[in-house]
């Protein structure tokens, strides 16, 4: 158990709906990441965020978007969900936003659009 | 653009039959090479960090090596336990001052009785 908690564990819904995905980090840290892992892309980076600010970016879609509260829970906000959305999401964690520490995951969020 | 290319894709051994997986990289400062384990339908959980050429890192029958180009991942005498998917990823730096992790797409271990 790696402290990073998501729900929901399965999330079933429809092309063109909105879902909302939750990240706990592990006590402490302040960074979460999320990435999207599907069969055939892999692992892929989507954002950062670090003490409730955005950090980096990678190759999130514009119908995706993410925040960080002040308890340092994040959500990941997936609208206008097509078929090709469907994939296990995790999010990451580590103490600071620099590059001197392993980020730590989740055991993910399985979306399915139908 | 940063590259991870594992290999091979998949791997089957017989119990106690030693090996090794490999990951060779194409990156533009690298600040750090990991090792995950994944099991099915799971999170990647964190095995190891390399980050200088010539490190090795050891964690009961697993091994981690680091080159210039490449890491190597060596199982020795491995379990069935052992069976799961390995992902290397390597670690970049974003502007801003943020981070993310490039993964390869994993070497699927299964070791037979």
């Known amino acids: 158990d790696s402290g990073v908690t998501q729900t929901p564990k399965h999330l079933i819904t429809a092309t063109g709906q909105r879902v909302t995905l939750r990240c706990s980090p592990r006590?402490?840290?302040?960074?979460v990441y999320w990435y999207q892992q599907s069969l055939d892309q892999g692992l892929q980076f989507l954002i950062q965020?670090?003490?409730?600010?955005?950090?980096a970016k990678g190759n999130i879609l514009e119908r995706f978007s993410a925040q960080q509260f002040p308890d340092l829970h994040s959500e990941l906000n997936l609208s206008s969900l097509e078929l090709g959305d469907s994939a296990l999401y995790f999010c990451a964690s580590s103490p600071l936003g620099d590059s001197h520490n392993e980020q730590f995951f989740g055991p993910g969020t399985r979306l399915t659009v139908l | 653009e940063d590259q991870v290319t594992q290999s091979p894709e998949a791997l089957r051994l017989q119990e106690g039959e030693s090996s090794s997986l490999n990951c060779s990289y194409t990156v533009s400062g690298l600040r750090g090479l990991f090792w995950y384990r994944q099991d099915p339908g799971k999170g990647p959980e964190f095995l190891f960090t390399l980050y200088s050429a010539g490190e090795e890192k050891e964690k009961e029958r697993l091994k981690a090596t680091l080159t210039k180009k490449e890491s190597f991942l060596h199982i020795t005498a491995p379990k069935p336990e052992d069976s799961a998917t390995y992902l290397c990823?390597?670690?970049?730096?974003?502007?801003?001052?943020?981070?993310?992790?490039?993964f390869g797409t994993g070497t699927q271990l299964k070791v037979e009785l």
């Open positions: 006590s402490g840290d302040l960074s």
């Open positions: 990823a390597v670690r970049t730096i974003l502007t801003g001052g943020g981070n993310k992790l490039t």
């Open positions: 965020y670090y003490n409730g600010e955005e950090r």
